[in-house]
C-alpha cells in the first residue's frame, strides 16, 4: 500500500496549490479519502474528507469555500485544491484512506504560505 502526495511548496499569501496523493496497492474506489494537516506542537487537523463516490464532502471550517477535494477513481488519486491561501494555512499536508477498519496514510507534503 502506497500514498505518494506532492505538490506541496511555498506560495505567498492569497495564492494557490494543488495537492495530488497518488494511491497504490488497494481498491482504491472503494475507500474514503481526507486530507488531514498538522503543526509541529499541534494536534493533527482534519481539512477535507470525500467519500469512495466522489458525491460527498466535509470541510473544516477554517477552508470552507477556499479549499476543493476531488478524486479521479480511474486515476486513484485525489486532490486537494487550495485557493487564497494564508499564512496560517502553513502545515504538512498527508493524505488518507479509510474503508472501516482499514486505514492507510501517506508521508506528507509540506506547504509553507509566506511573503
Known amino acids: 500500500v502506497q500514498l505518494v502526495e506532492s505538490g506541496g511548496g511555498l506560495v505567498q499569501p492569497g495564492g494557490s496549490l494543488r495537492l495530488s496523493c497518488a494511491a497504490s496497492?488497494?481498491?482504491?474506489?472503494?475507500?474514503?479519502m481526507s486530507w488531514y494537516r498538522q503543526v509541529p506542537g499541534e494536534e493533527r487537523e482534519l481539512v477535507a474528507a470525500?467519500?469512495?463516490?466522489?458525491?460527498?464532502?466535509n470541510y473544516a471550517s477554517s477552508v470552507k469555500g477556499r479549499f476543493t477535494i476531488s478524486r479521479d477513481n480511474a486515476k486513484n488519486t485525489v486532490y486537494l485544491q487550495m485557493n487564497s491561501l494564508r499564512p496560517e494555512d502553513t502545515a504538512v499536508y498527508t493524505c488518507?484512506?479509510?474503508?472501516?477498519?482499514?486505514?492507510?496514510w501517506g508521508q506528507g507534503t509540506q506547504v509553507t504560505v509566506s511573503s
Open positions: 470525500i467519500n469512495s463516490g466522489g458525491d460527498r464532502t
Open positions: 496497492g488497494f481498491r482504491f474506489s472503494t475507500y474514503d
Open positions: 488518507n484512506a479509510e474503508l472501516t477498519w482499514r486505514n492507510y
